[in-house]
């Protein structure tokens, strides 16, 4: 009988060796390709349990082996185990690996360079840690599979463990056995009432219906009474079944382990009523191998489906930085191109109004936002010609008063009072289009540095030097507006011209009550008069002449206010609409060039060297995606294998 289990178990080891096996190695591969750091989940074993319930001395069992046991947590870390059958080897071959480091080791000294591992990567005290530490272990006749050990759970913190112990650890077993790839191992002992088990609570939050946990019960020795009515009535749903097992005891070998296990579940007269398909370790190993086998399986289209998404975000990143200049010639080149990139998009918002590049940001529609502020100024302005005295013609009357001299005709009107007149309103309101020009070159601004900032966000040691040009190159422009506007100004203060016929028809109109004020002003006490509606004229009385005079001079200066203030904002709004065209054609290359090129291209050769930052992160990009290429073709080649193999 035990023979024929035996014998049984070696068919199935070697037709697991033909077929099972390079699927194994490709997953090891992938493992070893270290695809988990791109966030692709291999199908893995994880070994949980409480403190002491057996979980390294099963490790240890299946990889024949000695692991550190003993009390407290001697696990104080993940330990990744990987088991690889070399049936050429006559003597196993150990190797630790941790945090870039290999470190051969022996059967015998194995247990120390995990503790000093362990200290390396947790400290020496009684902390844990989530880095993980990886024990390969290739023996002849190892069954090929891959476990992690974590640190077993425990309650009540011992003398010198964090307060918080419990968190910790529970974050580590969470963290490994919340992946749907995840098989999950559950150790149990015998000696101890299941349900109660915090490795039990734990694995059924990730794992409510058992479907991918696996019981291990140890201590079967210790604990015979009523095991096998555990193991039937199955209280705590596993899903994928029990195995019984014996663990090595004291000093004994692993050879002798194993003899004393197949004994004690042969002959002892409760234990051996136990069917054979659930006890020992070479059973709980072959369980093992297939339900590995049967889940990379299961994962593998979507590891691929992972593998190619991970690849095209990683190349479509690497491709959109920017590239690594290695000469000025390069940095010419990237330089001109990136400020004709900003030249056409400027021209887009700040000329042609097109704005598919900001859709959504109407802050960047820049010539309806320049729109709006013309407007504004427009409508500041006042359209009416403004009077410094609320009495009709008195501000009139009080500067021909000034102005009249002792050769003039009583009724001549002299000029230089229309114009005295005509300078100070226009003086009142010249502050109005200086501090247009001031808010719209500082809008502009505001548009041509985010666009050259965006288009030179790869080369971020330059962009200082490109906000400081572009701060000069609008300052110059806002001080040329200014002269400008100063000089629109005093033209308009120089003299009074225009040949807009506008003018005379609104002179004729608001004329149109010349007779009746005339002819009334000296009797009555208010009138009716074209463009004013009813206005008081009972002060003017004593003006006689001169009242007259200054209606004329009224009506003419209303008049062409319409046009002085038209013609302002006709200017201004010229100017600004030219200024920009210019700047965006012109001006702005000249002065970056003149400033990031310069006599000794000091500019461009910052371009030259690369940001640490940004080489890192190439260079990071560039081996995930060696990487994620070498991992692709792993999985293909096995991927055929696997649809005829597994069903
Ligand atoms: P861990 O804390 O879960 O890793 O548990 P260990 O593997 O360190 O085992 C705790 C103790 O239980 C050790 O003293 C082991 O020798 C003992 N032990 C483990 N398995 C068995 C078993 O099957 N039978 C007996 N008698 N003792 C065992
Ligand atoms: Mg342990």
Redesign the pocket.
């Known amino acids: 009988m035990a023979k024929a289990e035996a014998k049984n178990v070696t068919a199935l080891s070697s037709s697991f060796n033909d077929h099972i096996r390079p699927i194994l190695d490709a997953v090891d591969r992938l493992r070893q390709l270290k695809v988990m750091q791109e966030g692709i989940e291999l199908p893995t074993i994880v070994v949980v349990?409480d403190?002491?319930?057996?979980?390294?001395?099963v490790l240890e069992s299946l990889a024949g082996i000695s692991l550190p046991?003993?009390q407290g947590i001697?696990?104080r870390v993940p330990l990744i185990m990987r088991l690889q059958d070399d049936p050429y080897l006559s003597q196993p071959q150990l190797q630790l690996e941790y945090k870039d480091k290999t470190i051969p080791t022996s059967e015998d000294g194995i247990a120390d360079a995990i503790a000093s591992a362990t200290d390396d990567i947790a400290g020496s005290g009684k902390g844990i840690s989530n880095t993980p530490l990886t024990l390969v272990v290739r023996k002849s006749g190892v069954p090929d599979l891959t476990m992690v050990d974590l640190p077993?759970i425990t309650r009540v913190p011992v003398h010198g463990q964090p307060e918080n112990i419990y968190e910790q650890i529970s974050n580590i077993i969470m963290e490994y056995i919340t992946p749907k790839e995840s098989i999950i191992l559950n150790?149990l002992s015998a000696t101890v009432d299941f349900p109660t088990c915090e490795s039990i609570r734990m694995s059924q939050q990730v794992d409510r219906t058992g479907e991918r946990t696996l019981a291990v019960v140890?201590?079967?020795?210790?604990a015979p009474e009523g095991l096998l009515e555990k193991v039937t009535a199955d209280d705590v749903n596993i899903g994928l079944g029990y195995v019984c097992?014996?663990?090595r005891?004291g000093d004994e070998s692993y050879e002798q382990a194993r003899a004393e296990e197949r004994k004690l579940f042969e002959t002892h007269p409760l234990l051996s009523r136990i069917d054979k398909s659930i006890v020992g370790i070479p059973v709980l190993a072959q369980r093992l191998m297939q339900i590995q086998a049967a889940s990379i399986a299961k994962s593998l289209p979507d590891i691929v489906k992972k593998i190619n998404e991970k690849l095209s975000q990683n190349i479509s990143e690497l491709d959109e930085m920017p590239e690594n200049l290695g000469s000025m010639g390069d940095a010419v080149r990237v330089f001109l191109h990136m400020l004709s990139m900003s030249k056409e998009s400027l021209r887009r918002l700040l000329i042609r109004g097109e704005f598919d590049e900001f859709p959504d940001d109407a802050s960047m529609h820049a010539t309806a936002r320049m729109a709006d502020m013309l407007d504004q100024f427009s409508g500041g302005l006042p359209s009416d010609c403004p009077s410094a005295d609320e009495r009709f013609l008195m501000e009139e009357i009080v500067v021909l008063e000034e102005a009249k001299g002792i050769n003039g005709l009583p009724n001549f009107l002299p000029r230089n009072a229309f114009l005295i007149l005509l300078r100070r309103k226009v003086k009142d309101m010249s502050h109005g289009p200086g501090e247009f020009v001031q808010k719209v070159w500082a809008y502009v601004e505001e548009v041509v540095i985010r666009v050259l900032l965006h288009h030179s966000e790869n080369y971020p040691q330059i962009q200082p030097l490109i906000r400081r040009a572009s701060q000069n190159l609008i300052g110059n422009m806002r001080n040329h507006s200014l002269n400008f506007i100063r000089e629109t100004i005093e033209m308009e203060m120089a003299a009074d011209y225009t040949t807009n016929p506008d003018y005379l028809k609104k002179w004729g109109e608001l004329m149109g009550g010349h007779d009746a004020f005339t002819k009334n002003y000296f009797g009555q006490s208010s009138l009716v008069l074209p463009g004013f509606g009813e206005v008081d004229v009972g002060h003017l009385r004593q003006y006689a002449a001169m009242a007259e005079q200054a209606f004329d001079m009224r009506m003419r200066i209303m008049a062409y206010w319409k046009i002085v203030v038209l013609r302002l904002v006709e200017t201004v709004g010229l100017h600004i609409i030219c200024s920009v065209n210019r700047l965006v054609e012109r001006e702005m290359e000249k002065e970056l060039v003149g400033d990031l090129v310069g006599p000794r291209m000091a500019g461009l050769e910052r371009m030259l060297d690369e940001s640490p930052a940004t080489a890192a992160k190439r260079e990071r990009l560039r081996k995930s995606i060696e990487l994620l290429k070498e991992s692709k073709e792993v999985v293909a080649v096995i991927m055929d294998r696997v649809v005829t193999t597994i069903k």
């Open positions: 349990g403190q002491s319930s057996g979980k390294s001395s046991r003993g001697c696990t077993g150790v140890t201590k079967a020795d210790k097992v014996r663990n005891i």
